[in-house]
């Protein structure tokens, strides 16, 4: 029996809950939870990362996440797709010259399974990381991630910060979501007008004039977001996607188009026209979060898809 296999069938034994709950090992390799709730809604969870890779409602209507077909787990690289964690920072590390690895250290680490809950409407499911001692000194506090994913008429996720160090943190993080859209050229993005932007590829401050419609690669961090939710009309599948964000300023929107797209390798050519992200965030400069000693901070996106 593979070690694979082994962890899943402890797993199961464990936390495994027949009709609700149960883990296996995915086609891509690697040990996955795989959650369905009442009316059939179901959601698939790799534990390495925590990383959410697929969100199929009740309604049965196809998957809400996007995963590049040329991922796979245990690779030491990030599955492409569904809900990577950037923690405890987004983007590049504030230090170029100690070369840490983009979107912090835990998108391809082994996460732990903590706990589990049923209720009549939902299945969630938590997950813990503990930082290395080479990663708490890294970071210079003594941090711990948990994360809650909450099946039901909605995607729930939450991200926990716990600071159980006397070093007070400055947090950059992201819930890297990827959606599955059927064509980007149709899709427009509401919930974003008025509100500023720094544009990734420019380097320039933009307000935001009308919808977002994705045209080119785009790269943007929209700043000061709180109580702004963020709708994905989508006309090529009739369907609109919603992601209302706690706990988060800033919203990240994320096409790279079609020569980037070619240069990340584990996408595939036209894989960009199918996807894009929108990322419930805290980043720097302007919306890093102070993690006081003692202290726990919450980040939470809730993902929902209506058929027009
Ligand atoms: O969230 C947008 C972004 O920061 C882009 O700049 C791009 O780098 C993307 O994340 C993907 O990053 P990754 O490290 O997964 O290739």
Aim: aromatic share 6%; proline share 4%.
């Amino acid at each position: 029996m593979s070690d694979e296999l082994r962890a899943a069938a402890a797993l199961e034994r464990a936390f495994g809950r027949t009709g609700a709950l149960a883990f296996s090992v995915s086609p891509l390799g690697g040990v996955v939870a795989v959650l369905t709730a009442a009316k059939g809604a179901r959601a698939v969870i790799a534990l390495q990362g925590a990383q959410v890779l697929s969100y199929v409602p009740a309604s049965g209507e196809r998957d809400v996440l996007w995963c590049s077909p040329r991922s796979r787990l245990g690779t030491g690289k990030p599955v492409r797709g569904g809900v990577p964690i950037c923690w405890p920072w987004f983007g590049a590390h504030a230090d170029a010259a100690a070369k840490r690895p983009a979107h912090g250290f835990v998108r391809a680490a082994k996460w732990s399974v903590t706990g589990a809950g049923f209720e009549t409407e939902t299945t969630s499911l938590t997950f813990e990381y503990e930082p290395s001692m080479d990663q708490l000194a890294m970071i210079g506090a003594q941090l711990t991630a948990r994360l809650r994913v909450t099946l039901g008429a909605a995607l729930d996720i939450e991200l926990e910060t716990i600071n159980s160090g006397t070093e007070t943190f400055t947090l950059s993080q992201a819930l890297h979501t990827y959606l599955a859209v059927g064509d980007i050229g149709r899709v427009r993005i509401h919930g974003m007008e008025g509100l500023t932007y720094y544009d990734q590829l420019t380097g320039r401050d933009v307000v935001q004039s009308g919808p977002i419609a994705i045209e080119q690669e785009t790269d943007r961090i929209y700043r000061d977001t709180a109580g702004h939710a963020v709708t994905i009309d989508d006309a090529s599948l009739g369907r609109s996607i919603r992601i209302s964000s706690a706990g988060s300023a800033s919203i990240v929107i994320w096409n790279p188009w079609r020569e980037k797209a070619m240069r990340l390798g584990d996408m595939e050519p036209e894989g960009y026209r199918t996807m894009l992200c929108a990322e419930s965030a805290n980043v720097a400069p302007n919306n890093t979060v102070r993690v006081e000693p003692g202290s726990t901070h919450t980040m939470a996106c809730r993902i929902t898809s209506e058929t027009n």
